[in-house]
Antibody, heavy 118, light 107 residues
Framework: QVQLQQSGTELVKPASSVKISCKAS????????MHWIRQQPGNGLEWIGW????????KYNQKFDGKATLTADKSSSTAYMQLSSLTSEDSAVYFCARDYGGYVMDAWGQGASVTVSS | DIQMTQSPASLSASLGETVTIECRAS??????LAWYQQKPGNSPQLLIYDANSLADGVPSRFSGSGSGTQYSLKINSLQSEDVASYFCQQYNNYPNTFGAGTKLELK
């Protein structure tokens, strides 16, 4: 079955960067887009962007341009998201999610919690 | 960006009851709408896509309907495992956007 295993909780300092991983299994990693979504405490969901692991193409929500960088390693079936210049506003749970087709997300990672605090 | 307005924000219902959650888009999204369920402490799970198509493994008591700017998620015969937050998502326009969610509790 499709599984997306994300890295764990991160406590990071303001102005630093963090890199979250999402290891995929149970399907052909290079055949599906991978989305990243943010959920701030008590808030809804925001789409950050996608990467197509087959060729490395990416597309970002304009809101996260310059904040998030998406990459993928085909050899390990792992997608990554790096968040830079962190502020307290970036404290959130970040999910990876497989694209089923046309931005429908049919499998989600368990989420990675990022807390930005000095 | 397209705004997705969900109502109600929270809802309390009894076991066996039928529940309906609404989602209104700020413009026509041509049925490019999905519904997700997020149980406390878990990640969202896909319930419905293309406004009315049931995702694999989702119980048939869940159904979606609507068109244009107005959509709804219906849960027949509410079960205890349906306690969760529910989110709608439009994917007709870039960027895809989500509603703020409806929190469903048992009465």
């Amino acid at each position: 079955q499709v599984q997306l295993q994300q890295s764990g909780t991160e406590l990071v300092k303001p102005a630093s960067s963090v890199k979250i991983s999402c290891k995929a299994s149970g399907y052909t990693f290079t055949s599906n887009y991978m989305h990243w979504i943010r959920q701030q405490p008590g808030n809804g969901l925001e789409w950050i962007g996608w990467i197509y692991p087959g060729n490395g193409n990416t597309k970002y929500n304009q809101k996260f341009d310059g904040k998030a960088t998406l990459t993928a390693d085909k050899s390990s079936s792992t997608a990554y998201m790096q968040l830079s210049s962190l502020t307290s506003e970036d404290s959130a749970v970040y999910f990876c999610a497989r694209d089923y087709g046309g931005y429908v997300m049919d499998a989600w990672g368990q989420g990675a919690s990022v807390t930005v605090s000095s | 960006d397209i705004q997705m307005t969900q109502s109600p924000a929270s809802l309390s219902a009894s076991l066996g009851e039928t529940v309906t959650i609404e989602c209104r888009a700020s413009e026509d999204i041509y049925s490019n709408l999905a519904w997700y369920q997020q149980k406390p402490g878990n990640s969202p799970q896909l319930l419905i896509y293309d406004a009315n198509s049931l995702a694999d493994g989702v119980p048939s008591r869940f159904s979606g309907s609507g068109s244009g700017t107005q959509y709804s998620l219906k849960i027949n015969s509410l079960q205890s495992e349906d306690v969760a937050s529910y989110f709608c998502q439009q994917y007709n326009n870039y960027p895809n956007t989500f509603g703020a969610g409806t929190k469903l509790e048992l009465k």
